[in-house]
C-alpha cells in the first residue's frame, strides 16, 4: 500500500505527472487555407480546454489518494470505523477514474474521428444507474459526467486525420497551380505546408500523450484498490475484536497485576526448561521408554 502512495507522493513533489501538450496552429492562413486552419482552432480550442478540466481532474484524484491512512499522524482516534469512513473517498475516487477513462478515450479519438465503442458502453451504463441512484457517489458521476459531455470535441469540430485529408488535397491544388506561374499559390503552398507538418508532429505528440495518460490512470486504479483492501482488511480485523465488559467493582489493578506474576512464572518455568533441553542435548543423553 506505502508503495504506490509513495510514488504518487513523490511523483507530486517532483512534478512528474504526464503534462498535455498544447495544440497550436500555424498564425499565418492563405485565402484557401484559412476555412481549414480555423477548423483546426476550434478543435485545437476545444482540447486544451479539455486538457485543464483534465489536470484538475487528476490533481483531485491524487489529493484523495494521498489522504492519511487511518491517522498516520496520530491526531485522531481509531474507532473501528475506518473502513466505513473510508467509503466516501474511494466512491469519489471511482468517479473520478471513471469520468477519465472516458475523457482520455475522448481525446484518442480526436486524431482518427473513431470512438472507443467499450469506453462509451461502460460511460452509458455508469450514467443509466447514477440517474437511478445506483453505483459510486451517483451526484458525482453524474455531475463529472456532465463536465466530460461539455468539453469533448463534437463531430462537427472534426478530427486530426480529416484536417490533414484536406490540407493534402489542397496542397496538391496549390502545387499545380503554382507550376502555372501562380505566385500566391505559391506562396499559400509554404503556409500549408508548414501546417501540415506541425499538425502531423502534434498527432503524435497528442497519441503519446494520451497513451500516458492511460498508464498514469492504471497506476491511480491500482492505489485506489489498495487502499480499499486496507480498510477491507481493517474491517476484517476490527469485527473480530469485542469490548471486555468488565464487572461491577472490579480491580483492574489487581487483574494486571495477577496476569503480569503468570507471565513471569511462565517465562521462568520456559527458561528451566530450555537450559534442561540444551544439557541434554550437549551430554547426548536420551529418554528411552521403560522395557517390560
Known amino acids: 500500500m506505502s508503495s504506490y502512495m509513495m510514488r504518487i507522493q513523490n511523483d507530486a513533489i517532483s512534478q512528474s505527472f504526464v503534462e498535455i501538450p498544447e495544440v497550436k496552429s500555424s498564425p499565418f492562413q492563405g485565402l484557401e487555407s484559412r476555412p481549414i486552419i480555423e477548423k483546426l482552432e476550434v478543435l485545437g480550442s476545444v482540447l486544451n480546454e479539455q486538457a485543464n478540466l483534465l489536470d484538475e481532474w487528476r490533481e483531485n484524484v491524487i489529493q484523495l489518494l494521498l489522504r492519511p491512512l487511518v491517522d498516520e499522524e496520530g491526531e485522531a482516534e481509531i474507532t473501528g470505523e475506518e473502513y466505513e469512513d473510508s467509503t466516501k473517498i474511494q466512491d469519489d475516487l471511482m468517479a473520478y477514474t471513471l469520468v477519465l477513462r472516458a475523457a482520455i478515450a475522448d481525446r484518442q479519438d480526436a486524431p482518427s474521428g473513431l470512438v472507443n465503442d467499450r469506453v462509451k458502453y461502460e460511460t452509458r451504463v455508469a450514467k443509466r444507474l447514477a440517474k437511478e441512484g445506483d453505483g459510486p457517489a451517483p451526484e458525482k458521476v453524474l455531475e463529472l459526467l456532465d463536465q466530460?459531455?461539455?468539453?469533448?470535441?463534437?463531430?462537427?469540430?472534426?478530427?486530426?486525420?480529416?484536417?490533414?485529408?484536406?490540407?493534402?488535397?489542397?496542397?496538391?491544388?496549390?502545387?499545380?497551380?503554382?507550376?502555372?506561374?501562380?505566385?500566391?499559390?505559391?506562396?499559400?503552398?509554404?503556409?500549408?505546408?508548414?501546417?501540415?507538418?506541425?499538425?502531423?508532429?502534434?498527432?503524435?505528440?497528442?497519441?503519446?500523450?494520451?497513451?500516458?495518460?492511460?498508464?498514469?490512470?492504471?497506476?491511480?486504479?491500482?492505489?485506489?484498490?489498495?487502499?480499499?483492501?486496507?480498510?477491507?482488511?481493517?474491517?476484517?480485523?476490527?469485527?473480530t475484536v469485542a469490548v471486555r465488559e468488565r464487572a461491577e467493582n472490579e480491580n483492574i489493578d489487581a487483574i494486571m497485576s495477577t496476569l503480569l506474576i503468570e507471565e513471569q512464572s511462565t517465562q521462568r518455568r520456559f527458561i528451566t526448561a530450555q537450559s534442561k533441553h540444551r544439557y541434554r542435548e550437549s551430554s547426548g543423553f536420551m529418554i528411552r521408554g521403560k522395557s517390560c
Open 148 to 239: 466530460r459531455e461539455q468539453s469533448r470535441p463534437e463531430q462537427e469540430s472534426g478530427c486530426f486525420r480529416g484536417i490533414i485529408t484536406e490540407l493534402r488535397e489542397l496542397a496538391t491544388k496549390l502545387r499545380h497551380d503554382a507550376a502555372g506561374g501562380s505566385d500566391r499559390a505559391r506562396i499559400e503552398l509554404e503556409i500549408v505546408q508548414k501546417q501540415l507538418n506541425l499538425t502531423q508532429d502534434q498527432i503524435g505528440e497528442q497519441n503519446k500523450a494520451s497513451s500516458a495518460l492511460e498508464r498514469e490512470l492504471d497506476r491511480f486504479t491500482l492505489a485506489m484498490n489498495a487502499r480499499v483492501e486496507y480498510y477491507r482488511q481493517l474491517q476484517a480485523v476490527s469485527d
